[in-house]
């Protein structure tokens, strides 16, 4: 059982930067993938980010491709998101998940879900 708790969201102006964080309980962090995602308002949740279990490999939706930047510390079993250059279009409810692989991750095949945090970027 993983329990992950996000934290880091608020209002930010266009343009701006916002760092995100995701805590994990369990001695199993390190063997997970682990992803974030957002939820825009009225619309279906989409994939963001994910990062292999190691931290070596990385994925990123084209949206946000060149802008975030995910990263892992398996010493805090603790997941980040820096989000730069931040756009209204990336106002959404962020999530982080634990995965069994970076492919699981990346689909949307997560075993754990966070409660998520709010992120809102005023134009």
């Known amino acids: 059982q993983v329990q992950l708790v996000e934290s880091g969201g608020g209002l930010v102006q266009a343009g701006g930067s916002l760092g995100l964080s995701c805590a994990a309980s369990?001695?199993?962090?390190?063997?997970?993938?682990m992803g974030w995602f957002r939820q825009p308002p009225g619309k279906e949740r989409e994939f963001v980010s994910a990062?292999?279990?190691?931290?070596?490999?990385?994925v990123y939706a084209d949206s946000v491709q060149g802008r975030f930047t995910i990263s892992r510390d398996n010493a805090k079993n603790t997941v980040y998101l820096q989000m730069n250059n931040l756009e209204p279009e990336d106002t959404a409810v962020y999530y982080c998940?634990?995965?069994?692989?970076?492919?699981?991750?990346?689909?949307?095949?997560?075993?754990?879900w966070g409660q998520g945090t709010q992120v809102t970027v005023s134009s």
């Open positions: 369990g001695r199993t962090f390190s063997s997970y993938a």
């Open positions: 990062v292999s279990s190691s931290g070596s490999r990385t």
């Open positions: 998940a634990a995965a069994g692989s970076l492919v699981a991750a990346a689909r949307n095949s997560c075993n754990y």
